[in-house]
């Protein structure tokens, strides 16, 4: 192999390496801080048209317990996120997105729980 092509080598290692590490970073928990336990952390958001989330966060089992303000109480598995974390049904139809001290739920595709912000 030419030194061009050991150098393009290495440059594709370093970029897939990096890329790596920033995935594995960011698929840490983004839980926000109110009610916090080793394993479990809780927080309420207030969203836009008076609705609320209530998030269970099982950090040992990559899950979200739901409680929305319309009486739904749902679990989410964690799915793979470029930021923050996300949390969805198996289809897809019911996704739960949090970053730090906000979140939203997308239903089908449309946004259901807007601009939700934590309490703290």
């Not at 969203?47 to 950090?59: K, L, N, P, Q, W």
Request: charged share 20%; proline share 1%.
């Amino acid at each position: 192999m030419s030194e061009r092509g050991w150098l393009v080598l290495v440059i594709v290692v370093v970029l897939v390496g990096a890329i790596a590490l920033y995935w594995t970073r960011d698929r840490k928990s983004v839980v926000p801080e109110s009610q916090t336990t080793e394993s479990v952390a809780q927080a309420t958001f207030a969203c836009t048209e008076g609705r609320s989330i209530t998030a269970v966060f099982d950090r040992e089992n990559d899950s979200v317990q739901l409680s929305l303000s319309d009486g739904r109480q749902i679990e989410l598995s964690r799915e793979l996120s470029a930021s923050g974390a996300r949390y969805a049904t198996a289809d897809e139809s019911f996704v739960f997105w949090n970053k730090g001290d906000t979140a939203f739920i997308t239903e089908s595709g449309e946004a259901t729980y807007q601009d939700c912000v934590t309490g703290s």
